[in-house]
T-cell receptor
Framework: GQSLEQPSEVTAVEGAIVQINCTYQ??????LSWYQQHDGGAPTFLSY????GLEETGRFSSFLSRSDSYGYLLLQELQMKDSASYFC????????????FGQGTELSVKP | NAGVTQTPKFQVLKTGQSMTLQCAQD?????MSWYRQDPGMGLRLIHY???????DQGEVPNGYNVSRSTTEDFPLRLLSAAPSQTSVYFC????????????????FGSGTRLTVV
């Protein structure tokens, strides 16, 4: 089975950079994903790392190191609207690649 | 495109009642799944399907049934509701094969908030 660990809460100020870490224990997976969720609404897809290294999408970047069983989401130029919960998730090595989530990190952006 | 549509948005059940949560997607996605979200627990996979006629169990399948008769629909049935099934339920879908990293993203419905009393 899979196990993903994230910090439960992170606080940062507007305009700053914040990194949300995700460590995992897994028997094998296709890739690491990140999702954003505002106020219990529908989670929305942010990024996917199938290979080791950095993926950049605008203000958001995501990183994966399989050798370290570690990934992170980097948010730059923080805005108040970035206050949300962020989830890492792994797509398992099995039929269809089911997606297993971490427990989420609540990010609070302060003025 | 409507994306993933879940109905109802809210539901209150009495213990022992049964009901079906509906999920439909119009993106021709092969993969569909159901999650429940409880405070501090993240999203936990209930059941999933990789195509019509194929379903499998996730992390927390007990008390729930699913079927996949068409590509578009993936209903979740609560057989005999219990207070422990009070939760927010999300349906999600994805194409099985993608070209780039963005194709590996799952599209979620807006959720069904279920209370069992």
């Amino acid at each position: 089975g899979q196990s993903l660990e994230q910090p439960s809460e992170v606080t940062a100020v507007e305009g700053a950079i914040v990194q949300i870490n995700c460590t995992y224990q897994t028997s094998g997976f296709y890739g690491l994903s990140w999702y954003q969720q505002h106020d219990g609404g529908a989670p929305t897809f942010l990024s996917y790392n199938g290979l080791d290294g950095l993926e950049e999408t605008g203000r958001f970047s995501s990183f994966l190191s399989r050798s370290d069983s570690y990934g992170y989401l980097l948010l730059q130029e923080l805005q108040m609207k970035d206050s949300a919960s962020y989830f890492c998730a792994v797509r398992e090595h099995n039929q269809g690649g089911k997606l297993i989530f971490g427990q989420g990190t609540e990010l609070s952006v302060k003025p | 495109n409507a994306g993933v549509t879940q109905t109802p948005k809210f539901q209150v059940l009495k213990t022992g009642q049964s009901m079906t949560l509906q999920c439909a997607q119009d993106m021709n996605h092969e993969y569909m799944s159901w999650y429940r979200q409880d405070p501090g627990m993240g999203l936990r996979l209930i059941h999933y399907s990789v195509g019509a006629g194929i379903t499998d169990q996730g992390e927390v399948p007990n008390g729930y049934n699913v079927s996949r008769s068409t590509t578009e629909d993936f209903p979740l049935r609560l057989l005999s509701a219990a207070p422990s099934q009070t939760s927010v339920y999300f349906c999600a879908s994805r194409a099985l094969r993608g070209q780039g990293n963005s194709d590996y993203g799952y599209t979620f419905g807006s959720g069904t908030r279920l209370t069992v009393v």
